[in-house]
């Protein structure tokens, strides 16, 4: 995505008269091309001759006159062409990468997807925007001839990039965990996602005072099988939900107790009630409530995030419209001495425990490193138009409309999420080929890393912004490239193998849980041997490369043998692999093969070793078992280095002697 790389590299065609040029190269993996110009899309067919010969291949009715076209990318996706001339098949290869801004399109794939070994000569052209021809189809394809030199550094392996969507916890889309005129219940929706969300109101949660309707809750909003399915949940608490009939959200009883205090609206928004938030057993009914919400959930691993609703229409922090002339009013929105009150109420029931989120840059929010989101994503001026913007606020601090100072809070997405839902209930909207790079700018300046509820989940698979609904899900979010490896390829068993993770996150936003990137050796059955978990806190894994040094200790457990080198990245809560990772080499298990390593056990050392360590009749049997003992530090024998196997020993040496070997397999011994 960086434009910058290319200043070295010379275009190799322009597209005569639109300002429009490509440039293509190659290294040693892979090849690379950029397209450069003004208003540009998604929509972009690229057309390969990958053995530079226009006798092989296929020669297209109306395009290039030296043709021979082995290969097409469309729609992030590589196609090789069978058949003939008269009827040309596509058959699926796999998926590109593509970055998409309106000034530039970046795509590459490697070299073996299309049948190469090395860098060579071959031929390219591409129509972009499904009107740019380059080069114009009345001239001949383009030639690529240059190759960018990059040296291998000894002991690395260089993973291969995944270039397809992830399915990852924590971010994507999040649609409704309950709305029947989208999906049927008990059904998932078409596109891939791993988060839902559930806008809970306070009438359907205590219906009566005290009596907490939790099965009730979770029966609506299907928790069993968002959980069943691998999805965790957005969670919001709602107070008032315009609609097209006069109604409360909060409880009768509540609304008894606060004395009817409120405002019944019927406005171009709908109609509902918007209460009374500075009345004072409000307030207090309000904190012991949001107790009980996280005395439920705040450990419950079906919870992704909190989202601070409570106030405003639709728990979006606002009583729009203010006036009568905008068909209002509809409520008052409390002064920050009020609001700060409900807020402090999330803060002391969830502490840390889950991720809390809110919609407008607060001090609280600042002090406590909330996320934020933005119920009208996909609206570029409510997003940063100076003053109201949203993000503008967020970034430059702001003086709301009661006269409160709000802090600046540029780098909330570096320790809390960014989310929000597409504006006017219409995803879709900002899907289109005029709209999406639009939309993925607005993305990439907020740091986005979920959408929804209205979000492009429900839509069949398929569809023509199809294209587009994967550029968008394969940028927010984290997306976690590991571009090399370096190791040593041998080790001793109960020696430490230091390892290098070169990382790219190529999302535009990092993880925010304390999850574990763990290495493993399997052996040559696929079981894993041994694992250890990293020191690093992958949260701190920005948009960007970093570099991690890590380390492995091989247990003496371990025997002599060729091992394949794994990483994870494991969920706490299940023990199990939990995100998917941007590069080749998915084992079943979750776990992502790398290149092998070379274990000397330690009956190989050991058996050169002690030849003459052991008294007794039985030597044979004796010394291979005792040197790798000896080697573990299990026992250091009796007196002259020698070691008796037939004389007698107390319970207590044999605890010490078993308390060893258990430390020297990796277990746990506890004192008592």
Not at 57 to 66: A, K, M, P, T
Not at 100 to 122: F, H, R, W
Request: glycine fraction near 10%; aromatic fraction near 10%.
């Amino acid at each position: 995505g960086e434009v910058s790389d290319w200043e070295n590299i010379d275009n190799i065609v322009n597209a005569s008269g639109v300002g429009t040029e490509l440039y293509a190269v190659q290294d040693n993996r892979r090849l690379y091309t950029l397209i450069k110009g003004t208003d540009l899309n998604t929509n972009n067919i690229y057309y390969i001759d990958s053995d530079n010969d226009s006798n092989t291949g296929y020669n297209i009715e109306g395009l290039w006159s030296n043709a021979g076209i082995d290969y097409i990318v469309e729609s992030g996706k590589l196609y090789q062409l069978t058949g003939s001339n008269v009827t040309t098949d596509k058959n699926l290869i796999g998926d590109v990468y593509t970055y998409y801004t309106s000034t530039a399109v970046e795509m590459y794939l490697n070299l073996d997807q299309i049948g190469k070994s090395q860098p060579g000569n071959m031929k390219i052209a591409c129509i972009g925007k499904n009107s740019i021809d380059i080069p114009a189809i009345t001239e001949s394809m383009a030639s690529i001839s240059k190759t960018i030199v990059r040296e291998a550094l000894s002991d690395t392996f260089y993973p291969d990039e995944y270039y397809g969507v992830l399915n990852n916890p924590y971010m994507g889309c999040a649609p409704w965990a309950m709305n029947p005129k989208e999906v049927d219940l008990g059904s998932d929706y078409p596109q891939t996602h791993k988060l839902v969300y559930a806008g809970i109101s306070w009438r359907e949660l205590e219906p009566a005072k005290g009596n907490f309707d939790w099965d009730g809750i979770e029966d609506k909003y299907q928790f069993d099988l968002w959980e069943g399915l691998g999805c965790k949940i957005n969670l919001r608490i709602v107070m008032d939900t315009p609609s097209t009939v006069d109604h409360l959200d909060i409880p009768d009883w509540l609304y008894e107790e606060i004395n009817q205090q409120g405002t019944h609206y019927d406005s171009s928004i709908g109609k509902g009630f918007s209460p009374d938030y500075s009345n004072n057993d409000m307030i207090s009914e309000h904190q012991r409530m949001i107790q009980a919400l996280a005395d439920r959930y705040k450990n419950d691993p079906r919870i992704a995030f909190i989202q601070l609703g409570s106030l405003g229409h639709w728990g979006e922090w606002h009583c729009w419209p203010y006036s009568a002339a905008d068909s209002g009013p509809t409520g008052t929105f409390p002064t920050i001495g009020v609001s700060d009150q409900y807020v402090q109420h999330y803060i002391d029931a969830f502490g840390t425990s889950k991720k809390l989120t809110m919609r407008r840059g607060y001090g609280l929010a600042k002090d406590n490193q909330f996320g934020f989101f933005n119920d009208m994503f996909g609206d570029l001026p409510s997003l940063q138009s100076n003053g109201w913007g949203w993000l503008w606020q967020i970034q430059n601090g702001y003086t709301d409309d009661l006269g409160n100072e709000h802090p600046a809070i540029p780098d909330f997405w570096q320790y809390g999420p960014s989310g929000g839902e597409f504006a006017n209930g219409d995803s879709l909207r900002y899907l289109t080929d005029d709209t999406i790079i639009g939309t993925l700018d607005q993305a990439r300046v907020s740091h986005t890393t979920w959408l929804g509820p209205c979000c492009p989940a429900k839509y069949s698979v398929g569809i023509y912004e199809q294209r587009n609904i994967d550029a968008l899900v394969k940028t927010i979010g984290y997306r976690y490239v590991i571009e090399s490896v370096t190791h040593n390829k041998s080790v001793d068993a109960t020696e430490i193998l230091p390892v290098t993770i070169n990382l790219n996150n190529k999302g535009i936003a990092p993880f925010y849980s304390d999850w574990k990137l763990q290495l493993s050796l399997a052996d040559s059955q696929g079981n894993i041997v041994t694992s250890v978990n990293s020191k690093e806190d992958i949260r701190t894994l920005l948009p960007g490369r970093t570099t991690i040094n890590t380390e492995m200790k091989i247990h003496g457990n371990v025997r002599s043998g060729s091992y394949t080198l794994c990483v994870s990245i494991i969920d706490p809560d299940t023990g199990n692999p939990g995100i998917d990772l941007a590069i080749d080499g998915r084992r079943s298990d979750g776990r992502y093969a790398l290149d092998q390593v070379e274990v000397n056990g330690i009956h190989s050392k050991t058996q050169a070793q002690n030849q003459n360590q052991v008294t007794g009749q039985d030597i044979t049997y004796y010394n291979q078992a005792v040197g790798i003992a000896k080697e573990l530090g299990i026992t250091m024998g009796t007196e002259k280095n020698c070691f008796n196997p037939k004389a007698p020993v107390t319970r207590q040496d044999a605890m010490v002697l078993i308390a060893k070997a258990l430390k020297a397999a990796g277990k746990h011994t506890y004192k008592q």
